[in-house]
T-cell receptor, first 115, second 113 residues
Framework: NAGVMQNPRHLVRRRGQEARLRCSPM?????VYWYRQLPEEGLKFMVY????????ESGMPKERFSAEFPKEGPSILRIQQVVRGDSAAYFC?????????????FGQGTRLTVV | AQSVTQLDSQVPVFEEAPVELRCNYS??????LFWYVQYPNQGLQLLLK??????LVESINGFEAEFNKSQTSFHLRKPSVHISDTAEYFC???????????FGQGTELSVKP
């Protein structure tokens, strides 16, 4: 059973371009969480999705950021018109359900660099 | 809403010394508590978790954490650290009804020979 797969591992974008980060959850997992890790900071929650639904997007910036988790295929975190401040590591986690005692499994992350 | 505070951003220790990484949380509802470890350029791996029952939980590599409800703490300890324990450690809380994990700022453990 493969773990949570994120791609690409590294992504370089010029200011103003779009960044698309992909996350394939573990087999059987229908809940996906996205986090952002800035240098010298902890993990900040961004968005929580279940298949075809956004459950909690309280951590998402109001502009330029969007996320989806379609019925088929990976979850996508999309950042439009990237700026230097978007440079960070973006981690995806998945779990089989939303109950509080369920472990969330993390991917290796996508390191976005905006130049 | 829940929040987590890790009181030490960096903890340098010598090999074979004991270590304690501190974590305090706040929540108005019942919570589950987790410690994750992140090695350089890697994702997070679960180290241990407190769900219910015994307040002392242990990991397979010698770490332990004690849930203290009155002090709202979940400190991580190891009696004798190894060089390979060098990593960043994150404390996290999740509300009893589920949903997102809330993380602390992380503690960088640096074990020196």
């Amino acid at each position: 059973n493969a773990g949570v797969m994120q791609n690409p591992r590294h992504l370089v974008r010029r200011r103003g371009q779009e960044a698309r980060l992909r996350c394939s959850p573990m087999k059987g997992h229908s809940h996906v969480y996205w986090y952002r890790q800035l240098p010298e900071e902890g993990l900040k929650f961004m968005v929580y999705l279940q298949k075809e639904n956004i459950i909690d997007e309280s951590g998402m910036p109001k502009e330029r950021f969007s996320a989806e988790f379609p019925k088929e295929g990976p979850s996508i975190l999309r950042i439009q018109q990237v700026v230097r401040g978007d440079s960070a590591a973006y981690f995806c986690a998945s779990s089989p359900d939303r109950t509080g005692d369920t472990e969330a499994f993390f991917g290796q992350g996508t390191r976005l660099t905006v130049v | 809403a829940q929040s987590v505070t890790q009181l030490d951003s960096q903890v340098p220790v010598f090999e074979e010394a004991p270590v304690e990484l501190r974590c305090n949380y706040s929540s108005s509802v019942s919570v589950y508590l987790f410690w994750y470890v992140q090695y350089p350029n890697q994702g997070l791996q679960l180290l241990l978790k407190y769900l219910s029952g015994s307040t002392l939980v242990e990991s397979i590599n010698g770490f332990e954490a004690e849930f203290n409800k009155s002090q709202t703490s979940f400190h991580l300890r190891k009696p004798s650290v190894h060089i390979s324990d060098t990593a960043e450690y994150f404390c996290a809380v999740r509300a009893g009804q589920g949903g997102k994990l809330i993380f602390g700022q992380g503690t960088e453990l640096s074990v020196k020979p």
